[in-house]
């Protein structure tokens, strides 16, 4: 999990399911990490939250990616973005190489946050 210090109410979210080739899990956790202090060293400014499968469909990793605004997260707040700011795209280049390695497929999907699905609505409603 990844949670950096600024705060911002999410808007969208990035789910990214990651089926890992037999035998990875352990390397791509440590490759993992390695992605999470590239975000904290760079500065990015978004949450994600990844979860190991342990039930049903497993030998894969959930993440999901919290966002406020999708012009942001796809453009001038991408990753990629301040990665290329921090002058680390080589290091980020070797990240998403290794990452490719270790896996057999992953799809993606993005999503809306829903205000009368949500928690903070939910509240309200069993607060009154």
């Given at each position: 999990?990844?949670?950096?210090?600024?705060?911002?109410?999410?808007?969208?979210?990035?789910?990214?399911?990651?089926?890992?080739?037999?035998?990875q899990?352990?390397?791509?956790?440590?490759?993992?990490?390695?992605?999470?202090?590239?975000?904290k060293?760079t500065?990015?400014?978004?949450?994600?939250?990844?979860?190991?499968?342990?039930?049903?469909?497993?030998?894969r990793?959930?993440?999901?990616?919290?966002?406020?605004?999708?012009?942001?997260?796809?453009g001038?707040?991408?990753?990629?973005?301040?990665?290329?700011?921090?002058?680390?795209?080589?290091?980020?280049?070797?990240?998403?190489?290794?990452?490719?390695?270790?896996?057999?497929r992953?799809?993606?999907?993005?999503?809306?946050?829903?205000?009368?699905?949500?928690?903070?609505?939910?509240?309200?409603?069993?607060s009154?």
């Amino acid at each position: 999990t990844y949670e950096p210090d600024a705060e911002f109410r999410p808007m969208y979210a990035q789910v990214t399911e990651i089926w890992l080739k037999p035998g990875q899990d352990e390397a791509f956790d440590g490759l993992v990490k390695q992605i999470l202090q590239l975000r904290k060293d760079t500065g990015y400014p978004y949450n994600m939250h990844g979860h190991r499968v342990l039930f049903g469909d497993t030998g894969r990793m959930v993440f999901v990616d919290f966002y406020p605004d999708r012009s942001a997260f796809f453009g001038d707040e991408s990753v990629r973005a301040y990665v290329e700011k921090a002058g680390r795209t080589e290091e980020y280049q070797k990240l998403i190489a290794s990452f490719v390695q270790m896996t057999e497929r992953w799809d993606q999907t993005h999503l809306d946050f829903q205000t009368g699905l949500s928690y903070d609505a939910a509240m309200q409603e069993y607060s009154q």
